[in-house]
């Protein structure tokens, strides 16, 4: 059985991994300011 701090260290590195493996910024979806229509 693990350690509640075992499977945090886990949970944390996993995260760390797909923050580090992410695309470039270049294939960002459009910011939010450039997807806004205008209503009128």
């Known amino acids: ?3 509640c ?3 945090h260290m886990r949970g944390l590195h996993a995260l760390s ?3 580090v493996e992410t ?7 459009p910011s ?3 997807r806004i229509t205008p209503a009128f």
């Open 1 to 3: 059985m693990q350690t």
């Open 5 to 7: 701090t075992e499977l």
């Open 17 to 19: 991994v797909r923050l």
């Open 23 to 29: 695309p470039a910024p270049n294939m960002a979806p």
């Open 32 to 34: 939010a300011a450039t």
